[in-house]
């Protein structure tokens, strides 16, 4: 089996690809992985190097949106696994447009290339609970309207609905997951969790949007990668699944557990004015995935979080060239 995974050297797609080369999903093992990575700020091959050795990893630096360079990489590809984009909503909301060239013009530049070759037996098409918009209460089921917030999450809700053209249009088994917020080892410190551990470990107060209000379900990344290979094992072509974490916090309260497991006090929150169109709550129900996949969570939120805050504390020499670029 060839898999094509785009975004590999991102913070879920190198968790992705670590996983795949050490067959720890059992319907992929064995399979040969081409990353296919532009290599923008948040892609690294540091979060590579584990595997950088393996003879079934190919590494083609490029941009999806490149069709030459697409319809060049993509045929012979049992399996596509689709992770690039832009993915930070607040660089969303300072501007829209790489958002709107990699989310919507590079996913359709990948579809096309994937119809035309034909022998994709799936094309899996990572997204995100945020193209529902906000929820008071309950949880969203994949019928559920998009309602978009943010460019960030417009973007996102304009390749899913693409991604389901494609299946309907030209009949390409494409697989659509949408995920939680996502936590874990090798996520750009820019995102609320490294952001504020690798604040904290420098002993930097950390910004809370607003109230501190707003309700997040937390992922851990193995959880989310493992959701996704479920999808690309045995997912149903056209369905929609959601990987969600059980976990449904506050921000205040995941402050609070950040602020404890690096040993720090609310003296170092500062809290600054709310995101624009900041989301209230987000909350998936994930019974589809359960029911046809036997996806569950499996990694507990405080050993996630407290193997996370001790990754970072471990590994500077990761993180600390990224602040400084960032
Ligand atoms: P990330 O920003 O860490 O990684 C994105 C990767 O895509 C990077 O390696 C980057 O170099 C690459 N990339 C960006 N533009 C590209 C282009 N034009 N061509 C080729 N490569 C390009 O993102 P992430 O957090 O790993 O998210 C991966 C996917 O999961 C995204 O599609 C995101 O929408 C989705 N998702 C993320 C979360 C989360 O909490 N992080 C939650 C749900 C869904």
Redesign the pocket.
């Known amino acids: 089996m060839r898999i094509l995974v785009?975004?590999g050297?991102?913070?879920?797609?190198s968790n992705f690809v670590r996983r795949l080369l050490a067959d720890g999903y059992p319907g992929l093992a064995g399979a040969d992985v081409t990353v296919?990575?532009?290599?923008?700020y948040?892609?690294n091959l540091a979060n590579l190097a584990p595997v950088a050795d393996s003879p079934r990893l190919r590494v083609v630096v490029?941009?999806?949106?490149d069709a030459d360079l697409v319809g060049e990489v993509l045929p012979g590809h049992d399996l596509v696994v689709h992770?690039?984009?832009?993915?930070?909503v607040d660089r969303s909301i300072e501007g829209a447009a790489p958002f709107v060239t990699?989310n919507l013009v590079?996913t359709s530049v990948l579809l096309e290339a994937a119809t035309a070759a034909g022998g994709v037996d799936r094309f899996v098409h990572?997204?995100?609970?945020e193209v529902y918009g906000s929820i008071d209460s309950g949880s969203w089921t994949e019928d559920r309207p998009l309602e978009p917030n943010s460019p960030y999450s417009a973007a996102?809700a304009g390749s899913d609905l693409l991604a389901r053209a494609y299946h309907r249009t030209h009949g390409l088994p494409v697989v659509i997951t949408r995920?939680?917020?996502?936590y874990g080892p090798y996520?750009?410190p820019e995102?609320v969790v490294p952001l504020f551990v690798t604040n904290l470990l420098d002993g930097r107060r950390v910004p809370l949007y607003g109230d501190g209000g707003n309700v997040r379900d937390w992922l851990h990344v193995d959880d989310h990668c493992a959701g996704v290979a479920l999808a690309a094992e045995r997912g149903r072509p056209g369905a929609v699944y959601h990987v969600g974490g059980g976990t449904e916090l506050t921000n205040k309260e995941l402050t609070a557990r950040l602020l404890d497991a690096c040993g720090a006090g609310w003296e170092m929150v500062e809290y600054v004015s709310d995101r624009k169109a900041h989301d209230r709550r987000y909350s998936l129900d994930i019974g589809r995935t359960t029911t046809e996949l036997g996806y569950a969570p499996a990694v507990d939120f405080a050993e996630g979080l407290a193997a996370t805050v001790a990754w970072y504390r471990e590994n500077r020499a990761w993180w600390e060239p990224l602040r400084r670029s960032a």
């Open positions: 785009t975004g050297a991102g913070f879920i797609g296919l990575d532009k290599l923008t948040a892609g490029g941009d999806i949106c992770f690039a984009a832009e993915s930070h990699t590079g990572v997204s995100t609970d996102k995920g939680s917020n996502t996520q750009f995102k």
